[in-house]
Structures are given as structure tokens and as C-alpha cells.
């Protein structure tokens, strides 16, 4: 059975957010996704239509099973302005479409954003 590993998903706002994974086997066998358009939003609720935003980046290393979400400071700081909050919690879903433009849902997740109290 294959999983998705996801690391950094406690960003601070207004700074260089990296969202990295992989996608391996059970036993650590990077799988190849050469070739997959990877794409990861960020929705207030699942129930939602329509993303709050579209995270850049995708596959960085497909043999490698390996890629890279990220938003720069200006576009993190927008995701929890200042004044609004210490702490605010996306729910994301990377998903895969494939060559044959098979589309899968990976795996979800929660981003958590704090507040940066340095100004």
C-alpha cells in the first residue's frame, strides 16, 4: 500500500511557506509519478466549492516520488491578516492527475497558520 508523507504543515503568516512530500511504499520505495500534475488547495471547510487559495508548485523529483507546495511571505500573510486572529486551520487534499488524466485524491490534511508577532 502506497502513502503520502507530508512535512511543514505549521506555517507562521507573512513568511516562506514550503509544503514538501513524498509518496512512497510501505517500506520507504519512493513510486514514480514522472509525468503527474500534482495540485494542493486550501478550503476553510470541507464542504466548500471553491478554494480560499491555490497553493503554487507540484512534482519536483518524479522518479524520486517528491514534491513542493509553497506560498511567499505576501500571499501567507493573506491567509491570516494581521488583526484577525492568532491561528487559523485550512483542510487541503493533494491531488494527482495522471497522463491518461486519471485523477486520484491522495491524501488530506490540515495546515495550521499562527500569527507572526514579529513587525
Known amino acids: 500500500m502506497a502513502c503520502v508523507t507530508f512535512v511543514n504543515l505549521c506555517h507562521t ?7 514538501d512530500f513524498s509518496y512512497t511504499e510501505d517500506d520507504g520505495t519512493p513510486i514514480d ?3 503527474v500534475d500534482a495540485q494542493m488547495q486550501y478550503l476553510l471547510d470541507a464542504d466548500d466549492v471553491s478554494s480560499v487559495k491555490d497553493l503554487n508548485g ?3 523529483s518524479g522518479v524520486d516520488g517528491l514534491g513542493r507546495f509553497y506560498l511567499s511571505p505576501t500571499e501567507s500573510q493573506a491567509l491570516l491578516p494581521i488583526g484577525d486572529g492568532d491561528k487559523i486551520v485550512f483542510k487541503s487534499t493533494l491531488m494527482f492527475t495522471y497522463v491518461d488524466l486519471t485523477v486520484e485524491a491522495m491524501a ?7 500569527q507572526n508577532y514579529i513587525r
Do not use: E, K, L, R
Request: charged share 5%.
Open 13 to 19: 503568516a507573512g513568511t516562506n511557506v514550503y509544503i
Open 33 to 35: 509519478i514522472t509525468g
Open 58 to 60: 507540484g512534482v519536483t
Open 108 to 114: 488530506g490534511v490540515d495546515s495550521t497558520y499562527h
